[in-house]
């Protein structure tokens, strides 16, 4: 089905699915990208295992945050949304298991890192095209704080839906409390599969399926000697997928956090293009936003403490 966002972008989404990039090829969509026979062999289904989330926002989100002393959704949403946040030490982990998956009988011998070459797309960079400043939580944090503050037992996580755009595929996972009757009827998420994603332990497991907007690098499995290698390649465009999730917030509510934990937890970001910050806030430098934050830090007293 199709939709118009609040960014008046075109969206095609399925509700209750995390369909993989072979499940959307078998669907009726008019996508040139998602079809494309070309894309230079590279890591698939690799397997991340993600601790921590992100919520990313501008100078007006920030300070609306230390107002509130934490997060509310937007007037547009009933969601607080937060990315992946995936580390160096996600990305060698995941390279360690995909080389396992390839040669599981071997002892594996690779001296170069390769999955640094493949993993590009948006969900693997520092910058965001939301705002300066990223918050960043442990999963674990924010389903206590989300339980302690709205529900009675723990949170349920459910598969809310796959979008998919020009170029982009979204995996969104719903979090909500479990007298919040409206996601019934969406699957819960999984906690071992061959699926998308899923959540053990409070990771969040990923099979990223196109891990680069733009393949400059061709993969070669050496199946003789057990090791892989990279060789450079033309450029060709293509789909990149990551995951999303949306904790269910009521209007009225905050999910209030200590002021000194979320000084704890926000840093500097650079604005990545396409620039999806909305009016009134604007892309500012790393030096101001730097600026923003220790003064900020100044005014709450914590200056000496992050410096």
């Given at each position: 089905m199709k939709r118009l966002n609040d960014r008046n972008v075109v969206e095609t989404y399925f509700e209750g699915q995390h369909l993989s990039l072979s499940d959307l090829k078998e669907e009726d969509i008019k996508n040139g990208y998602l079809f494309k026979n070309n894309i230079p062999a590279?890591?698939?289904?690799?397997?991340?295992?993600?601790?921590?989330?992100?919520?990313?926002?501008?100078?007006?989100?920030?300070?609306?945050?230390?107002?509130?002393s934490g997060f509310r959704p937007s007037d547009t949403s009933n969601f607080l949304w937060w990315g992946l946040s995936v580390s160096p030490d996600d990305i060698r982990s995941a390279e360690?298991?995909?080389?396992?998956?390839?040669?599981?009988?071997?002892?594996?011998?690779n001296p170069q890192p390769f999955l640094e070459y493949f993993t590009t797309s948006k969900a693997f960079q520092k910058e965001s095209p939301y705002g300066n400043?990223?918050?960043?939580?442990?999963?674990?944090?924010l389903l206590h704080l989300?339980?302690?503050?709205?529900?009675?037992?723990?949170?349920?996580?459910?598969?809310?839906?796959?979008?998919?755009?020009?170029?982009?595929?979204?995996?969104?996972i719903v979090v909500h409390p479990r007298n919040i009757h409206l996601y019934d009827?969406?699957?819960?998420?999984?906690?071992?599969?061959?699926?998308?994603?899923?959540?053990?332990?409070?990771?969040?497991?990923?099979?990223?399926?196109?891990?680069?907007?733009?393949?400059?690098?061709?993969?070669?499995?050496?199946?003789?000697n057990s090791s892989v290698h990279v060789n450079p390649h033309k450029e060709?465009?293509?789909v990149w997928d990551h995951v999303c999730v949306?904790?269910?917030?009521?209007?009225?509510?905050?999910?209030?956090?200590?002021?000194?934990?979320?000084?704890?937890?926000?840093?500097?970001?650079?604005?990545?293009?396409?620039c999806?910050?909305?009016?009134?806030?604007?892309?500012?430098?790393?030096?101001?936003?730097?600026?923003?934050?220790?003064?900020?830090?100044?005014?709450?007293?914590m200056a000496g403490a992050f410096n």
């Open positions: 590279y890591p698939e289904s690799v397997e991340f295992q993600v601790q921590k989330l992100s919520h990313v926002t501008g100078r007006h989100g920030l300070e609306g945050i230390f107002h509130d360690q298991r995909f080389l396992a998956s390839l040669f599981p009988h071997t002892q594996i011998y400043f990223c918050f960043t939580f442990s999963f674990r944090e989300y339980g302690a503050q709205f529900c009675t037992g723990t949170p349920v996580l459910r598969v809310y839906e796959t979008v998919l755009y020009r170029r982009e595929i979204l995996y969104t009827s969406y699957p819960r998420l999984p906690d071992i599969g061959d699926g998308v994603c899923g959540y053990r332990d409070y990771n969040i497991w990923w099979h990223c399926q196109a891990p680069s907007e733009t393949y400059m690098h061709r993969l070669n499995v050496n199946r003789r060709e465009y293509y949306a904790f269910h917030m009521e209007p009225d509510w905050v999910l209030h956090v200590k002021p000194n934990e979320l000084l704890k937890k926000v840093n500097v970001c650079e604005v990545s293009q396409p999806l910050l909305k009016p009134p806030e604007t892309p500012l430098s790393f030096h101001e936003a730097e600026n923003i934050l220790h003064n900020l830090k100044v005014r709450k007293g």
